[in-house]
């Protein structure tokens, strides 16, 4: 009688362990998108775009948001010749031909990460955004001559830094789950660049600025909350994990760095209000304060929208 010598068989490292699933390890299969991820998407964009409203309304239809914003434009002249310099060749980047390319180049990372849904929403982003800019710059809003003469038409939100902020956003959506926080990073510093730039060539008042960032933030929440099955992060091997402790840690510090310069600009504020004094020229003061409230929005709406991205990329195994 012969020994049965065929080989035992070896079982799946990847099937389910007993209970159901293999602890610690990511399964490759059919994904679902996560609701509750999607809802909180939803609702951001729900918000950001109410804080558009809330910042034209306090800076753009009260005397006393005018008179803040003016005072911010007039102290822009302060050190413009040497600052102008930086600003001038920041604000040149911003084309036509710069959003064709940015889009492109989002679309063609989409693309090659097999993800076509995420290609066309990086498109409808940053197509979204720029035109509800133009809309509501050009056609929606209106300035009131609340202050002694005219102050000019209306400018809010500025087009400048929505460009440099969607196309940093639909960066971020495209790209590689594990590469978000560092696209993020450069999101952050170019969109708040291009925002301050726009201060300091008196292009813009801080509310346009601030204004830009919500509509971006708006349309990028808005996008990540219809994200369908086909547009999920995969794993690239069954032991990859979905855990990316980079992206909170970086969206952690961006929200500290934002609350803490927020907090510095609101006092700042009350001193220009007359709560207290201040100890710099009040239009120097406003240019500050109003550069200061820029960056902090800038890396507030990045670290939003990386968490946002993250949540609602992330598929529901």
Not at 4 to 32: E, H, I, K
Not at 39 to 55: E, N, P, Q, R, S
């Amino acid at each position: 009688m012969l020994a049965d010598t065929r080989p035992l068989p070896v079982p799946d490292p990847w099937g389910p362990a007993p209970g159901g699933r293999a602890p610690g390890r990511a399964r490759v299969g059919p994904t679902r998108a996560r609701t509750g991820a999607r809802f909180v998407a939803g609702l951001v964009a729900l918000l950001a775009a109410l804080g558009v409203g809330a910042i034209y309304r306090l800076f753009v239809t009260t005397a006393a948001g005018q008179e803040v914003d003016e005072l911010a434009f007039t102290g822009a002249a302060y050190g413009q010749g040497w600052l102008w310099l930086v600003a001038e060749p920041v604000l040149d980047v911003v084309s036509i031909a710069f959003v064709v390319v940015a889009i492109g180049a989002a679309m063609l990372v989409a693309a090659a990460r097999r993800r076509w849904v995420v290609a066309v929403q990086v498109a409808v982003l940053v197509v979204g955004a720029n035109m509800t800019t133009q809309l509501l710059k050009h056609q929606l809003l209106e300035r009131p001559d609340l202050l002694d003469g005219w102050n000019g038409p209306n400018t809010l939100p500025s087009g400048h830094t929505t460009v440099a902020a969607s196309v940093s956003a639909a960066l971020l959506l495209a790209i590689p789950r594990t590469w978000r926080p560092a696209v993020a990073v450069v999101g952050v510093l170019y969109t708040g660049a291009t925002g301050v730039s726009t201060l300091v060539g008196q292009w813009h008042r801080p509310s346009d600025v601030i204004a830009a960032l919500l509509v971006v933030l708006a349309w990028g929440a808005a996008v990540c909350a219809v994200t369908p099955a086909a547009s999920l992060d995969q794993p690239r091997t069954p032991s990859a994990s979905f855990a990316t402790p980079g992206s909170s840690v970086l969206a952690g510090l961006l929200l500290l760095g934002a609350f803490v310069g927020g907090g510095i600009a609101a006092t700042a504020m009350a001193g220009l209000a007359g709560v207290w004094s201040v100890p710099f020229a009040p239009d120097l003061t406003a240019y500050a304060v109003g550069a200061l409230a820029v960056a902090s929005v800038t890396a507030a709406t990045f670290a939003v929208l990386l968490v946002v991205r993250q949540a609602s990329a992330r598929p529901r195994l």
